[in-house]
C-alpha cells in the first residue's frame, strides 16, 4: 500500500472578537491638527483595551475622546476635582452606566490635554504616540471601572495597561527608561 502525503493547510488565523465601540473623537485645539493618524491610534488603543477589560467585553458601548489643551483640562480639573492644575487626561464615567439590553452602553468622555501630553513624551523619552496610546488605554479603564486609588489597584491596572499596551507594541510605561 502506497501513502500519498497531503498537503495540510493552514489553520485560519484567528480572529479576535471585537467589542462594537464607537469612539468618537472632538478636536478641541488646534494643536492637535499638526499630528497624523491620531484617530486611527486613539481608536485601536481604545478597541484593545476593551477587548481587554472585563467589565465591557461583549458590550455595545460609545465613548468620546476630546483632544484639548493645558487651559481648557485646567478648567476641567479644577471644576469636577477640585484641583487647579493641568493634567495629561481625565475621564468622566457616564452617571448612569446601565443600559437595556441590546441597546448602546453609555461609557463617558475622556479628555486628553495636549502641552501636558508632549511635554511628559519628550521628559519620558517616549514616543508621542506611545504615550498618547497609553494615556487613552489609562482613560478607557477608568471608564470601565478600573482604578488607582489603592496600592493594589493601582498594581492592578498598571498590569493590564502594560498588557493591553504590548499589543499595540508600545513599551511597557512603568519602567523607567534610560537617556540615550
Not at 465591557?56 to 484641583?83: F, M
Not at 464615567?93 to 446601565?98: E, L, T, V
Not at 501630553?117 to 496610546?133: D, S
Request: hydrophobic share 45%.
Amino acid at each position: 500500500m502506497t501513502f500519498v502525503a497531503r498537503k495540510r493547510r493552514a489553520p485560519p488565523p484567528v480572529r479576535r472578537r471585537r467589542t462594537p465601540l464607537r469612539v468618537d473623537i472632538v478636536v478641541a485645539s488646534p494643536l492637535w491638527t499638526a499630528r497624523r493618524s491620531l484617530k486611527a491610534l486613539l481608536r485601536r488603543a481604545i478597541g484593545e483595551a476593551a477587548s481587554m477589560a472585563s467589565t465591557i467585553q461583549g458590550q455595545r458601548g460609545e465613548l468620546a475622546i476630546v483632544l484639548t489643551d493645558d487651559a481648557a483640562i485646567r478648567v476641567l480639573n479644577r471644576d469636577w476635582r477640585s484641583k487647579d492644575a493641568t493634567t495629561n487626561v481625565l475621564s468622566f464615567p457616564a452617571k448612569d452606566p446601565r443600559h437595556a439590553r441590546g441597546t448602546t452602553h453609555l461609557l463617558g468622555d475622556i479628555v486628553i490635554a495636549y502641552e501636558t501630553t508632549e511635554r511628559e513624551a519628550r521628559a519620558e523619552h517616549k514616543l508621542f504616540a506611545h504615550h498618547l496610546a497609553h494615556l487613552a488605554v489609562h482613560g478607557f479603564l477608568h471608564l470601565a471601572g478600573y482604578d488607582h486609588a489603592s496600592d493594589d489597584e493601582a498594581a492592578a491596572m498598571e498590569k493590564l495597561e502594560t498588557a493591553i499596551l504590548a499589543r499595540l507594541d508600545v513599551p511597557d510605561p512603568y519602567i523607567a527608561r534610560s537617556v540615550v
